[in-house]
């Protein structure tokens, strides 16, 4: 039986306080996950904010997720964890990359011992031990200075100079100008080693410049993604679905509102942008018609324009209403990974993302989130992300951009500039 306790606050200063608190509090744990709106989706009792702690169960594979699908799915509690972007490879025909020592599991879920919902002003507590009350008195009486402290610097190696990563945009516009292809998303690792550092610490200064409605901090046994991501990959209310891809980057000039209402339009105005997210939009529902009732897949929002701290983007939203007796594995065969981290057809960008990136993308541009009681989920984009394998003092994260026809090789390069412009910022205090 688990025990349960709900307490209420009525200021966002005592929320800030709470969610640093409640951080601390997971961080105790050899595995948890802490996911943050950040008010930026919130809507009805949509949690602000969510936190699991502890391991009661746990589910994880390194090859095909198929198998740990099923058994994961008899689980009648929550569920939290993540999939790699090569979970599903198997059914591509493509082979699990060899991974380097320490890193993520390929596909990992556990069914936590605490979970804490932050719904309005009101914190739920639910856990098998020790009592709620307990640890919501042990939340309440820690310290949350140790936070602010400066971070040890860092200094990251590109895997590629501009010049090589110029070059493999040229080849990959070859290829789309044979017809190979019509948008592959290319990407590059920048990383540091031997390196520590503190992960939480990082994590929560991370939020203060990038607080952006997907973040998460994450932690399985000393492996650590400290997520700023803007990103839904897919989300689940009952019978409903929904995906959220985004396509279209511009900075941001927050000194000065006329200028950035400039650089607004012009990224609502580029063709190479638009033309970019219309392709993903095309491709996602693709994928939801293959598991949804027919003629229910419907775009909702085309090219919307959303703006974060460090840069505006165009999200579209694409919805239908899933076919009797879907289950989960059924909705991740057909839409993982997300076309917006891959391109389109989808197969074959797939095996030249296999060949013209340098090392294997493990938990970038997978996703991290949950699966309620209920079977609903809801399942971020892992990008604008921070890697920490703190056994192997590996400290990594991944920049790239969609590739069209219209894309310069130049301007590509900049563009993944200013998507790592909030991570490098940290260390430019």
Same mark, same amino acid.
């Given at each position: ?118 719904? =309005? @002003? ?6 098998? *031990? ?6 919501? /008195?042990? $939340? +309440? ?80 046994? =000393? @492996? ?6 803007? *990103? ?6 009952? /019978?409903? $679905? +929904? ?187």
């Amino acid at each position: 039986m688990k025990s349960r306790c709900t307490q209420e606050f009525t200021a966002d200063q005592d929320l800030s306080m709470l969610k640093q608190q409640i951080l601390l509090w997971c961080d105790q744990h050899s595995y948890c996950c802490f996911l943050d709106s950040h008010h930026y989706s919130n809507t009805g009792e949509e949690p602000r904010c969510l936190a699991a702690a502890g391991v009661n169960q746990i589910f994880l594979a390194e090859g095909d997720p198929g198998n740990l699908l099923e058994e994961a799915e008899k689980c009648n509690d929550w569920l939290f964890g993540h999939f790699s972007y090569h979970s599903f490879h198997s059914y591509y025909g493509l082979p699990q990359p060899i991974m380097p020592d320490g890193s993520f599991a390929g596909t990992l879920l556990f069914c936590p011992v605490t979970v804490i919902e932050i719904i =309005g @002003n009101r914190l739920i507590i639910s856990t098998l *031990e020790p009592s709620a009350e307990t640890i919501w /008195n042990s $939340i +309440r009486q820690i310290d949350v200075a140790p936070l602010h402290q400066p971070l040890p610097p860092v200094q990251f190696s590109a895997e590629l100079e501009p010049d090589m990563y110029i070059k493999k945009v040229e080849t990959l516009l070859d290829h789309i100008r044979r017809g190979d292809c019509y948008e592959i998303n290319f990407c590059q690792e920048y990383f540091a080693v031997p390196i520590t550092i503190p992960a939480l610490n990082t994590y929560v200064q991370l939020m203060e410049i990038s607080p952006n409605p997907f973040s998460c901090f994450y932690k399985n046994d =000393g @492996n650590y993604v400290l997520c700023a991501s803007p *990103e839904r990959f897919l989300q689940k209310k009952g /019978n409903q $679905i +929904r995906s959220q891809p985004i396509k279209g980057t511009i900075r941001r000039n927050t000194t000065n509102r006329e200028q950035d209402e400039i650089l607004q339009k012009t990224l609502l105005n580029d063709t190479k942008n638009q033309s970019e997210n219309i392709m993903v939009v095309d491709l996602v529902r693709n994928d939801l018609s293959r598991i949804c009732r027919e003629g229910t897949v419907r775009v909702t929002e085309l090219l919307g324009l959303h703006s974060f701290p460090q840069v505006h983007q165009l999200i579209s939203t694409v919805e239908g209403e899933l076919l009797p007796g879907t289950k989960l594995l059924d909705v991740l065969k057909a839409t993982f990974p997300m076309g917006s981290m891959t391109g389109a057809p989808k197969k074959k960008v797939m095996e030249l993302i296999e060949e013209y990136e340098v090392e294997p993308r493990g938990i970038y541009s997978g996703s991290i989130g949950y699966i309620t009681p209920q079977k609903d989920f809801d399942w971020n984009v892992v990008i604008r992300s921070l890697v920490y394998l703190s056994s192997q003092e590996y400290l990594s994260y991944h920049v790239g951009g969609g590739i069209t026809a219209n894309s310069d090789p130049k301007q590509e390069w900049d563009e993944c500039q200013v998507k790592a412009g909030a991570i490098q910022s940290l260390w430019k205090k």
